[in-house]
């Protein structure tokens, strides 16, 4: 059974870094595409990027294009999400998720994803 666990989140400023990472355990990463969703406090899920089982194809939503990059590690079993140029309308708890399958989908709200990690919170306050 395939386990995700989120790290990395935390408290920081406006126009700051953080690097999320989503480590897997219980089987191997090689047969999942895994995106990161975020959820902020009254408002639905959304799609923040996904990765190709390959790590060839990556997706990024409209928000954030441009500040964030995703890339996997599949010898670590691990995903990174890179976050820079963060915004307060970044704040949101984001999970990590994984897909058996070679392609993410739509990466928009995740119906599609199997398995989720616990969640990891990110707040940018100054």
């Known amino acids: 059974q395939l386990q995700l666990v989120e790290s990395g989140g935390g408290l920081v400023q406006p126009g700051g870094s953080l690097r999320l990472s989503c480590a897997a355990s219980?089987?191997?990463?090689?047969?999942?595409?895994i995106g990161w969703f975020r959820q902020a406090p009254g408002k639905e899920r959304e799609g923040v990027s996904c990765i190709s089982r390959s790590g060839g194809i990556t997706k990024f939503g409209d928000s954030v294009k441009g500040r964030f990059t995703i890339s996997r590690d599949n010898a670590k079993k691990t995903v990174y999400l890179q976050m820079n140029s963060l915004k307060p309308e970044d704040i949101a708890v984001y999970y990590c998720a994984a897909k058996h399958s070679a392609y993410s989908g739509s990466c928009r709200v995740g119906y599609e994803y199997d398995y989720w990690g616990q969640g990891t919170q990110v707040t940018v306050s100054s």
């Open positions: 219980g089987a191997t990463l090689d047969y999942y595409a």
